[in-house]
């Protein structure tokens, strides 16, 4: 039963017999990894927080590229537990809520607001050759309202993605607590 919480909140140090070992410059890489994740967690609450205040908009750019660089972050993380699992479904049921929170939902709004216009494209070619400049002004009208509407959407979606990256904390806190009392019973039962 230990063991298995040990899995569940992702403790590295106890590996199955059928897990290779990291090289030793992975493994510092690794525990670089865990000690940064509190860290990366607060700045991911924080860009959650700068989201509704108007620096969103001024900093936009500046937002987008912290958070590639905390998926980025959250990605190798999962590439570590991926290489300690090496099981499929064992590797969902035990880190589905990272997954999630580093799948892109704002890449699968984007391909369908893509779609949606091309099929709007689609229905109006018998309207461009009929009527090339009443269509070149409504065209433009469309994708300003796509546009406005995608920029909304795109904001809480980005809110949601962000917000499910931090409930990863949770299970940091849990994964943390368990590792100190391990090692205080570790120690008040030695021979």
């Not at 909140?9 to 199955?16: A, C, E, L, P, Y």
């Not at 590439?79 to 499929?88: I, L, P, Q, S």
Request: charged share 25%.
């Amino acid at each position: 039963m230990k063991s298995q919480k040990a899995e569940l909140f992702g403790n590295s140090k106890r590996r199955t017999s059928s897990s290779k070992r990291l090289p030793a410059f992975l493994e510092k890489i690794e525990r670089i990894v865990d000690r940064a994740v509190p860290y990366i967690l607060a700045l991911l609450a924080f860009l959650i927080i700068l989201e509704f205040t108007h620096a969103a908009d001024a900093y936009h750019d500046l937002f987008l590229k912290i958070d590639y660089f905390i998926v980025a972050f959250f990605v190798i993380d999962l590439c570590f537990k991926w290489y300690h699992t090496r099981d499929v479904l064992k590797f969902i049921k035990l880190y589905w809520i990272d997954i999630i929170a580093v799948f892109p939902f704002y890449a699968v709004f984007r391909l369908y607001f893509a779609v949606t216009e091309l099929f709007a494209a689609g229905e109006s070619v018998q309207k461009i050759l009929h009527e090339t400049i009443l269509l070149r002004e409504t065209k433009l009208l469309r994708e300003a309202e796509y546009g406005a509407k995608f920029a909304r959407e795109a904001r809480f979606i980005r809110v949601i993605a962000r917000s499910l990256r931090i409930l990863r904390a949770r299970w940091y806190v849990a994964h943390w607590h368990l590792q100190s009392v391990s090692k205080s019973y570790k120690k008040s039962h030695k021979n």
